[in-house]
C-alpha cells in the first residue's frame, strides 16, 4: 500500500522480500520504515571491507566516497581507526563478488573482513540468543510458580504472590509477541505476533478475573 511501491514478493521460507519501486517517488528509506512500523525488520545485504595499506584521512574519505558512488550501493559507512568500511548493498544490482572486484578496481588494497554470508550469519546468532534467553525466562518463572500452584495451599496471599509473578513472566517472556503486535495493529494489519498476544492476554485476563473477583 505505500505510493511508489508497485509489486513486492515475499519468501517467507528465505525470510526474502523483493520490492518494486519509483525511485523518483518513494525510497528504500520509506519502505524500511513502513517494515519496521509493522514489526519486522528488514537490511539490505552487507559486507565489511577492511583496507590493508596505509591512508591518510583525506585519501580515506575520497576512497569511501568513491565507493558509495558504485551503483546497487545503498550506504557506505568509513572508520578510519579500524580502516574498515561498512557496505550495505542490492543484491539484485550486483552480488558480493561483483561488488569486491568494482572496490578493488579504484586502485586500493583491501581485503574482506566480513561477507553477506557471515553477516547474516552474525544476525541470526543474535537473534536465536535473544530468543533462548526469553525462553530461560519463561522457564525459571513456570520452575518458580509451579510448585506454589500445586503445594501451597489456597490463601489470599498465595493467589497475590501468583499473581505479581504471572504478570512479571508475562511481561518479560511475552514482550517480543506483544511488541510485535502493538507494531502490526497500529498499523492496521495482523500476524502471528497478534494471534499469540490475544491467546496469552485472554488467558491471563480470565485467570486474574476468576481469582480474585468472579467466584465459582
Do not use: C
Not at 591518510?56 to 576512497?63: H, K, L, Q, V
Not at 588494497?109 to 525462553?135: F, T, V
Not at 510485535?180 to 498476544?197: E, I
Amino acid at each position: 500500500n505505500l505510493e511508489g511501491v508497485s509489486g513486492s514478493v515475499v519468501n517467507f521460507a528465505n525470510e526474502e522480500a523483493t520490492v518494486e519501486f519509483d525511485s523518483n517517488r518513494t525510497s528504500y528509506d520509506e519502505f524500511h520504515k513502513t517494515i519496521k512500523d509493522l514489526g519486522y525488520k528488514a537490511t539490505l545485504a552487507k559486507i565489511d571491507i577492511r583496507v590493508v595499506e596505509s591512508l591518510s584521512e583525506s585519501d580515506f574519505n575520497d576512497f569511501v566516497d568513491n565507493v558509495r558512488r558504485i551503483e546497487g550501493i545503498y550506504d557506505v559507512r568509513g572508520n578510519l581507526k579500524a580502516s574498515k568500511m561498512f557496505i550495505e548493498f542490492n543484491e539484485l544490482q550486483l552480488d558480493e563478488s561483483k561488488l569486491y572486484s568494482k572496490i578493488k578496481q579504484l586502485g586500493y588494497k583491501i581485503e574482506k573482513a566480513a561477507g553477506a554470508i557471515d553477516k547474516e550469519i552474525e544476525k541470526h546468532k543474535k537473534e536465536m540468543k535473544y530468543r533462548l534467553r526469553i525462553l530461560l525466562i519463561a522457564l525459571a518463572f513456570a520452575f518458580i510458580i509451579t510448585p506454589i500452584s500445586w503445594f501451597v495451599p489456597e490463601s489470599f496471599t498465595r493467589n497475590v504472590i501468583l499473581f505479581f509473578f504471572a504478570i512479571a513472566d508475562f511481561s518479560i517472556a511475552g514482550s517480543f509477541f506483544l511488541i510485535g503486535a502493538y507494531k502490526s495493529l497500529r498499523n492496521k494489519s495482523t500476524n502471528m505476533d497478534v494471534l499469540v498476544a490475544l491467546g496469552t492476554t485472554t488467558a491471563l485476563v480470565y485467570s486474574i478475573l476468576t481469582t480474585f473477583l468472579i467466584e465459582g
